[in-house]
């Protein structure tokens, strides 16, 4: 953790957040007989929780890490995307630009608990790519805040869920680039290869071996390769690809790069950490600090992530001492 008690750097930095939209749904209860009508448990429900994912979760993290986020990506006309938007203003974040597509539902991943073992994962999406229409409406959003807002930093946060297509992806990062501000990345499959030229791209570890078609060790030496096959196609500015337990990999536009290992914590669940991560190096743009101290604090964010049950945001306090 750090050692003072500074106020966070991040204060007065506006971001600009593009990408899949989620509510992540968690049920929780009693899990003590099986069916007689199949071999699986019955579940007594006891409580449930409702969390901001995806887009949304990098949303407010970086609302808890002391910046202001512009949430912009798609929801479905239905009751989780009602939610979804009074959780965002709940939590504060009131620029959210969230254009509807009335022929797909909100994604919804509801997690069924018994005894907090997960029994169960139950998505509700469509992940087929958005309809032109909504593209548009969509870059206009992006156009507008680029205009209207004195953004930081751009993040754009893929899941594969149909909200980023390859020509807004490019779209957006030239308008951004005509702008002069930095562009971060959170990847997905899907359009791994549409994000060339961005000041920050941000993998893990599974998806640089699936674009590369092959097994890569959390291994200093196998990750500077890759890394540098991934650079002369996509030529990225600077890469972080997250390890999991083995912390994360980080290289600049210079030729430096490095390990840093994970922080000794109890790892709870993983789910979220990423979004964590890709906050602290996108709010770190934003107010231009330094990569190195980004970083650091980024490996401290996915570890405070990952001791918490479920997707949780991490908050500029939880980096501190």
């Known amino acids: 953790m750090i ?13 600009l957040v593009l990408g899949d939209l989620m509510l992540d749904h968690y049920v929780y209860g009693r899990a003590e007989r099986i069916s007689p009508e199949a071999p699986v448990p019955v579940l007594d429900w006891e409580r449930e929780e409702w969390r901001l994912g ?12 002391g910046a202001e986020p512009v949430l912009i990506g798609m929801l479905g006309d239905d009751e989780p995307a009602d939610r979804l938007r009074a959780m965002l203003a709940g939590h504060g974040i009131a620029e959210a630009r969230t254009p509807k597509d009335p022929g797909r539902p909100t994604t919804v991943k509801t997690r069924f608990f018994g005894k907090n073992q997960q029994l169960l994962r139950l998505d509700r999406e469509s992940v087929d790519d958005h309809p032109t229409a909504v593209g548009a409406e969509l870059l206009a959003q992006v156009e507008n805040a680029l205009s209207e807002k004195r953004i930081g930093a751009v993040v754009i946060q893929d899941y594969d869920k149909g ?3 390859p020509a807004l ?4 990062c030239t308008l951004a680039a005509e702008r002069g501000v930095p562009v971060a990345v959170d990847p997905k499959k899907k359009n791994f290869g549409a994000y060339r030229q961005v000041d920050l791209f941000k993998p893990n570890l599974k998806e640089i071996g699936q674009a590369l078609g092959r097994e890569i060790r959390p291994e200093l030496a196998h990750l500077k390769r890759a890394d540098a096959e991934l650079r002369q196609t996509l030529r990225y500015r600077k890469t972080v690809i997250t390890l999991g337990e083995n912390g994360l990999y980080w290289s600049d536009e210079s030729g430096n790069s490095g390990l840093l290992p994970a922080n000794r914590l109890s790892v709870v669940d993983v789910c979220g950490a990423g979004d964590s991560v890709v906050s602290v190096l996108s709010a770190g ?4 600090m330094p990569f190195g101290e ?8 996915g570890g405070v992530a990952c001791t918490r049950k479920g997707v949780a945001p991490v908050a500029w306090e939880d980096l501190v001492s």
Do not use: E, H, W
């Open 294 to 301: 980004a970083v650091r604090l980024a490996n401290l964010a």
């Open 169 to 172: 992806i490019a779209a957006v």
């Open 54 to 65: 995806g887009a949304a979760n990098v949303a407010l993290n970086l609302k808890t890490l």
């Open 3 to 15: 050692s003072d008690d500074r106020p966070s750097p991040f204060r007065d930095s506006a971001v």
């Open 163 to 165: 909200t980023l297509t």
């Open 285 to 288: 743009m934003a107010v231009q």
